[in-house]
């Protein structure tokens, strides 16, 4: 504990270094005050509560360890890219040190050369080249021609170019990504190398394939035909990527070697240049970025998938040293024997505790829906008016200084999920109560509609002050996406401030068949509407 | 005795760890955002100054920067306090010009060794706010 935490650094990802600090507010506050309880328990003498508190205190670093933990089991690479590492920062593979040795560079390859090479780098089979973008050929670095100089002289179409001299173009390229640090720090030759190699048996198979002119636009637009639902070799680089802790600028930065160091050394191989090079250029470059799109889609992915998993172990890990910070908190307020200000510090450790447990409340959630196929909801009679106010007498017992007015009209009986109602309501008011102006009404208004076709109770939430931008009411549901000042939503918030409150809220009335809309305005404030079919 | 200014936004780490160094003897000023937090400096002239970095207002790298622009204040040690456990927030706000760093959940122990050892630096350097040559607690 005496040292300094450890240096990996969150800020390489963007959604859990947010995570990790909104809990670990908590968390220091828990601790602290636990600590505090301990020394001042000792200075009067008081032993006997000591080791309960140090129960308390060692289930707040547990927590905390855990949050590390998780954390560290995290894939290092991260959608948002490392501040550290801008993409002005990175090697640029024009002026890497890996200029080619032009003895190396075989100059003279020929078609003809590599029709004995490998099936998969076959002249104009389409075949082979969905195989090759399928990921299944010449996996293993080499190539079957590799280190047999191809025959041949100037004018070499390109294709053959690649296929003849995959070990100088292999060989630069790795060079540039060795110097993606520190991902590639402990990566050897093989893994360097991985897909690359099968990379430029895909593109090379593509160039010699022919290719209408609507396949040309669709693959300059990163959607080429054929990857159907197996891994292709650039997803699986990607993935890779992903996983060893490139960020995506260096996984960009990649292909842009591969490209510079494929050209470099076709360029320095050829003489005059003639229509077929520009042409075998242009494919070639589309190729690349066709290969460029897949993986950083698949790259991306997977950022996704280990996210989403890494705050679903962490809630469900999370629950159980929670839960005895506020029982011992609890029980210790419950025997009324406290006084200040042991009195004040333990109801603090309880109010940090139980913000907690609405966070990972919501983690669990925010998983449960993104990882087991939407939130559960289980439909039961119950009177919408009922539970719109008990929602608002809460919010207004933990908000005093802050007025909700609470109107309702037409028929509120129906079947939805009462809890999961209620924690849709809750999140929407905190929201209101949080970006409202200081002093101004938030409003409920709760309404029954039977007209016809149309059976659904609708509730509006209101509140005045500042608009939400129009760039960012698309993505107002979208998860972790706060609204506004951070620091005005670390004091509190119904999903205790990680940015998943109205996601949410989405959730639990998308699981109900309804819809949720929002409207913004300058002069109207802003409104948020749900819509609830009676009986889904 | 020793004088620090607390400039937190949050109200509950900001009791918690007035609390906690008052019990250790300090005397504990409070300033609940950046620009509050220089204004206090400038006019109660600390013996350190524990700043936490996401700030309302003005934040603590700029707070910083602004207090060691200040003549009357740049020799006062800032330690910059985070909830953020990242590397790169260490060298931000040493380039800020924070004289040391430290993360919450506070360690105790941990941060009065460096509020001790800065305060003895300051205190060996010849020329040091008036308040900070005077006997630690």
């Known amino acids: 504990m005496s040292a300094d935490p450890p240096g990996r650094d969150p800020a390489r990802h963007p959604v859990p270094a947010a995570l990790l600090h909104d809990l670990r ?72 040190a890996v200029s080619p040795d032009p003895d190396s560079v075989d100059s003279s390859a020929q078609s003809d050369s590599a029709d004995s090479a490998d099936s998969a780098d076959s002249a104009d089979s389409a075949d082979s080249a969905d195989s090759a973008r399928a990921g299944h050929v010449d996996g293993d670095g080499k190539g079957g021609e590799d280190g047999a100089p191809a025959a041949g002289g100037k004018g070499v179409r390109l294709a053959d170019f690649i296929v003849g001299n995959r070990e100088p173009i292999l060989a630069e390229w790795e060079a540039f990504a060795r110097t993606c640090t520190p ?99 242009t494919r070639f470059n589309e190729a690349i970025d066709q290969s460029l799109a897949e993986s950083v889609t698949r790259y991306t992915q997977e950022l996704d998938d280990s996210k989403e998993m890494f705050l679903a172990i962490l809630g469900h890990d999370m629950r159980t040293p929670l839960s005895a910070v506020l029982t011992s908190a609890r029980f210790m307020l419950d025997t009324q024997e406290l006084e ?21 409340g919501a983690l669990l959630d925010f998983t449960r829906s993104r990882l087991g196929g939407g939130i559960p909801i289980e439909r039961a009679a119950m009177n919408m008016g009922k539970a719109v106010h008990d929602v608002v007498d809460e919010m207004s017992a933990a908000h005093p200084d802050r007025d909700i007015d609470v109107d309702a009209r037409g028929e509120m009986e129906g079947e939805w999920d009462c809890a999961r109602i209620s924690q849709a ?93 929002v409207e913004s305005l300058e002069a109207e404030g802003t409104t948020f509407t749900v819509h609830l079919p009676r009986h889904g | 005795m020793t004088k620090i200014l607390l400039v937190e936004d949050n109200e509950m780490n900001r009791d918690m760890l007035s609390r906690r160094l008052m019990r250790k003897g300090y005397q504990v000023i409070l300033a609940t955002d950046g620009q509050d937090g220089v204004d206090t400096a400038v006019s109660q002239l600390p013996d350190l100054v524990l700043m936490d970095m996401s700030l309302p207002v003005l934040d603590g790298w700029e707070a910083t920067r602004r207090l060691k622009a200040e003549p009357a204040t740049r020799r006062i040690p800032v330690i910059a306090l985070t909830a953020h456990a990242m590397s790169s927030d260490r060298g931000k706000a ?35 706010s008036p308040s900070a040559a005077e006997a630690a607690p």
């Not at chain 1, 510079?260 to 077929?276: C, F, H, M, P, Y």
């Not at chain 1, 200040?340 to 990972?360: D, N």
């Not at chain 2, 360690?107 to 350097?125: N, T, V």
């Open chain 1, 340 to 360: 200040e200000p042991s009195l004040t510090l333990t109801s603090r450790i309880a109010s940090s505790a139980t913000r907690m447990v609405h966070m990972v």
């Open chain 2, 94 to 128: 040493l380039e800020a010009g924070c004289d040391d760093y430290d993360t919450k959940p506070v360690d105790l122990p941990r941060l009065l060794g460096k509020i001790e050892a800065l305060l003895a630096a300051a205190a060996a350097s010849p020329s040091v």
């Open chain 1, 425 to 517: 309501l809750t999140n929407l008011v905190g929201n209101a109560l949080e970006h409202g102006s200081p002093g101004t009404v938030v409003t409920v208004e709760t309404s029954g509609d039977r007209d016809g076709d149309r059976d659904e109770v609708s509730i509006a939430v209101h509140n005045h002050g500042p608009v939400i931008p129009p760039e960012q009411l698309g993505g107002i549901f979208h998860p972790m996406k706060p609204r506004g000042d951070r620091h005005k939503a670390a004091t509190d918030g119904p999903s205790g401030n990680l940015g998943l409150g109205l996601y949410i809220a989405e959730r639990i009335v998308n699981a109900h068949n309804g819809r949720i809309t």
């Open chain 1, 25 to 96: 507010t908590p968390l220091a506050q828990i601790i602290g005050y636990t600590e505090l309880l301990v020394e001042r328990a000792q200075d009067v003498g008081e032993e006997t509560t000591v080791p309960d508190l140090k129960k308390v205190s060692a289930a707040g670093y547990r927590m905390l360890a855990l949050l590390e933990e998780n954390f560290a089991s995290l894939p290092a690479a991260a959608a948002g890219g490392d501040p550290a590492m801008a993409p002005s920062d990175l090697p640029d593979p024009a002026d890497s």
């Open chain 1, 183 to 281: 991902a590639s720090g402990a990566m050897d030759i093989v893994a360097l190398r991985d897909h690359a190699n099968a990379m430029l048996s895909v593109i090379a198979a593509d160039l010699r394939t022919h290719q209408g002119g609507h396949a040309q636009a669709e693959k300059s637009k990163g959607n080429a035909p054929g990857a159907g639902h197996v891994a292709t070799a650039a997803e699986e680089h990607g993935a890779d990527r992903a996983e060893s802790g490139f960020t995506v600028e260096q996984m960009v930065s990649e292909y842009r070697a591969l490209r510079a160091s494929v050209i470099r050394l076709w360029a320095k191989a050829q003489g005059e240049v003639t229509s077929d090079d520009l042409d075998d250029l």
